[in-house]
């Protein structure tokens, strides 16, 4: 039996990780289980994702294809300005239907899968608008359960479970690829997307009441809301972050179309000097070795390094890290451009963001209203993001078949973005600063 005040031993086993009160870790303990079931259903898909995509298709056609999942997005986001509004007084139930909708939509794969038809782009670009839209919903539903206090010291738990979920994933999809195939990995993600569903129920109802967000104690107000784009466009630290996730999943996809295009010449390599592996099974095995270092490193760095950062410098400090990551490894790319230091950049830039910054990007969120965090962090952690992406594959189509660059230019050109993010970057520190200084409710 506890006693009152008392921590218990789950909260003094995850004090290793942050600082955490008498009461608060029943539902932590939910939302990191939820963080890591949420990933592990993703990485459990993403190797299948890239084999079908790449050993059909060119990595030009891979960039085109994250390209397409902003047009799609643009399409859905009406559909969830009006699911947001429905719902608006039982936020819960965002999280639940949009999560219920997408597992409709593996169901719908994994059956025309048995009926032979060609998955590898559809499939590939459901899975890149599966990732941000559910991700952000729950990261917005969490953002909606604490303050911003409460926010910054227990989100970095809740990460570390999505990193453990990402590695176990990633792992464990690399193991039973050979012998379940794309299809039984669908069926195992189906399940476990539904158990997130209950998780989340349960850790609503036992976050603490001096850890709940001021926004989720007052009572609804009759105001009308802007759409989803108004609000970021009328908002200057909406913006800001706007352009932060722009600029950082251009840089970073366009460091994955240098990895990939160094992935495929690798296999082609390999299968001329005799390798009896097929194209697409030497691109699946990398890119399962390749996220399990990720996700390693990313894992480590959640759990040892994240909750320092935010402790001892804050989350503003922390997102400058990843910027300047990519300023030094794209410029280190300019002048070696060989694979293994392309494999090196990309798995450090990589678990980085999966860990650091990702845990810092939704701390953000923390001290602005309802409506930002559900409409404003979901338009920015979805179309935002894939715009980036749209941007990258505009960029790429021009540099590959019109001024002929290779790896060398296109590292330059991230080097350069580089330094525009860092500006950014200065002025989301300034604006969060205020925001967090002002007095509860005022938001």
Same mark, same amino acid.
């Given at each position: ?97 949009? !999560? ?5 939509? $593996?169901?719908?794969?994994? @059956? +025309? =899968?048995?009926?032979? *038809?060609?998955?590898?782009? #559809? ?56 012998? !379940? ?5 669908? $069926?195992?993600?189906?399940? @476990? +997307? =539904?158990?997130?569903? *209950?998780?989340?129920?349960? #850790? ?128 280190l790319i300019v002048f070696i451009p060989v694979f293994s230091i392309i494999r090196y950049v990309k798995i450090l830039e990589n678990s980085v963001d999966y860990s650091v910054q990702s845990t810092t990007r939704h701390a953000l969120f923390l001290p602005v209203s309802t409506a930002a965090k559900y409409e404003g962090k979901t338009v920015i952690d979805t179309f935002f993001w894939r715009f980036g992406d749209m941007i990258q594959a505009g ?32 002025g989301i520190s300034q604006e969060h600063k205020k925001l967090s200084e002002k007095p509860a409710g005022d938001s």
């Amino acid at each position: 039996m506890t006693v009152p005040g008392e921590k218990t031993v789950l909260e003094k086993l995850l004090r290793l990780v942050t600082r955490i009160n008498p009461g608060e870790g029943k539902a932590v303990l939910l939302l990191l289980m939820q963080a890591f079931i949420l990933l592990f259903a993703y990485y459990l898909l993403k190797p299948a994702r890239e084999s079908l995509l790449l050993a059909e298709n060119s990595a030009e056609i891979r960039s085109y294809a994250v390209a397409f999942q902003a047009l799609l997005l643009l399409l859905l986001m009406p559909a969830y300005n009006v699911l947001f509004r429905h719902f608006k007084h039982n936020r819960s139930r965002i999280y639940i239907w949009v !999560t219920v909708f997408f597992i409709g939509n $593996l169901m719908v794969f994994y @059956l +025309l =899968g048995h009926a032979d *038809v060609k998955l590898g782009i #559809a499939f590939f670009i459901w899975l890149g608008v599966f990732n941000v839209m559910v991700v952000a919903q729950f990261w917005a539903f969490c953002a909606d359960l604490y303050n911003v206090e409460s926010g910054q010291r227990l989100f970095v738990v809740i990460a570390l479970g999505a990193s453990l979920g990402a590695l176990m994933g990633a792992t464990f999809s690399k193991q039973v690829f050979a012998y !379940t195939g794309s299809l039984g990995l669908m $069926l195992l993600a189906m399940l @476990l +997307l =539904g158990i997130t569903i *209950v998780l989340g129920l349960f #850790a609503r109802r036992n976050v603490p009441g001096h850890d709940r967000s001021h926004s989720q104690l007052l009572k609804e107000q009759s105001i009308w809301i802007p759409g989803s784009f108004r609000l970021v466009f009328s908002d200057r630290y909406l913006l800001l972050i706007a352009s932060f996730v722009v600029l950082l999943n251009w840089i970073n996809s366009t460091g994955e179309f240098i990895l990939a295009k160094m992935v495929v010449n690798h296999a082609e390599g390999l299968i001329a000097a005799g390798s009896e592996l097929s194209k697409g099974n030497i691109i699946g095995g990398f890119y399962g070795d390749f996220y399990t270092w990720v996700n390693l490193f990313s894992l480590l760095f959640q759990l040892f390094v994240v909750s320092r950062i935010f402790r001892y410098f804050g989350v503003r400090a922390a997102m400058f890290i990843l910027p300047i990551i990519a300023l030094i490894g794209y410029g280190l790319i300019v002048f070696i451009p060989v694979f293994s230091i392309i494999r090196y950049v990309k798995i450090l830039e990589n678990s980085v963001d999966y860990s650091v910054q990702s845990t810092t990007r939704h701390a953000l969120f923390l001290p602005v209203s309802t409506a930002a965090k559900y409409e404003g962090k979901t338009v920015i952690d979805t179309f935002f993001w894939r715009f980036g992406d749209m941007i990258q594959a505009g960029v790429i189509f021009a540099g590959s078949t019109w001024l002929n660059m290779g790896v060398s230019q296109f590292a330059l050109l991230n080097m350069m973005l580089a330094l525009v993010w860092i500006w950014v970057v200065i002025g989301i520190s300034q604006e969060h600063k205020k925001l967090s200084e002002k007095p509860a409710g005022d938001s």
